[in-house]
């Protein structure tokens, strides 16, 4: 199993401002991805992350909203620009198994919650 | 979209086998059914999946139907922390994102 590391864990911040999410994980995957989570909401993908390539954006995301780098494959960050409170979700990282499951579990990091005021 | 249709809450005595079913009428020959669960401010965890057989692991039991439409998540002994969100999931293996559904709030009571 995959074991991932979210910073910050949580974040109150200010309309027109941008926040950067870190995602840690202890061994490297190919593919990383991140998903939102609107308060009473299920998850819905952002982005899924390459390493050494441009991330691929869901429809409704896009790139000068949620910049996301991948610069190894072990780490992720998503920013947050220019929050307005429709920004407040759990923003949550997540890979894919590698090995003999590479075809059976996704790991998900604790999630960032963020809250736009 | 997702593919998978879910009732959107479930109430189980603490002891009691939770049965969760999942519809989905849609699936494709070469889609596996995915179970995860979120629990309260946390990452959804893994819990089991299948193709056309049942399965069972620690956690739960998996039962599809034959003609693979529909399936039941069985926990045999729900506990209070087995309170949960649990998305019922069908894809092809691989790493594609996973896409959730609403899932069904299943909610253990003492």
């Known amino acids: 199993s995959a074991v991932i590391s979210q910073k910050p864990s949580r974040d109150i911040c200010q309309r027109g401002t941008s926040l950067t999410i870190q995602c840690q994980v202890d061994?490297?995957?190919?593919?990383m991805f991140w998903y939102r989570q609107q308060p009473g909401q299920s998850l819905t993908l952002i982005a899924t992350?390459?390493?050494?390539?441009?991330?691929?954006?869901e429809s409704g995301f896009v790139i000068d909203k949620f910049p996301i780098s991948r610069p190894n494959l072990t780490f992720s960050t998503l920013t947050v620009s220019n929050m307005s409170p429709e920004d407040s979700s759990i923003y949550l990282c997540s890979v894919g198994a590698s090995g003999e499951t590479s075809y059976n579990e996704q790991f998900f990091g604790p999630g960032t919650r963020l809250t736009v005021l | 979209d997702a593919k998978t249709t879910q009732p959107t809450s479930m109430d189980c005595a603490e002891g009691r086998a939770a049965n969760l079913p999942c519809n989905h009428s849609?699936?494709?020959?070469?889609?596996?059914v995915y179970w995860y669960r979120q629990i309260h401010s946390q990452g959804p965890q893994y819990i089991i999946h299948g193709l056309k057989n049942n399965e069972t692991n620690e956690m739960a039991s998996l039962i599809i139907t034959e003609d693979r439409k529909s399936s039941t998540l069985i926990l045999p002994h729900a506990t209070l922390r087995d309170t949960a969100v649990y998305y019922c999931?069908?894809?092809?293996?691989?790493?594609?994102?996973?896409?959730f559904g609403k899932g069904t709030r299943l909610s253990v009571i003492a």
């Open positions: 999931i069908v894809r092809v293996p691989g790493n594609t994102p996973l896409v």
């Open positions: 061994s490297q995957v190919t593919m």
């Open positions: 849609t699936i494709s020959g070469n889609e596996y």
């Open positions: 992350a390459n390493q050494g390539s441009e991330a691929t954006y």
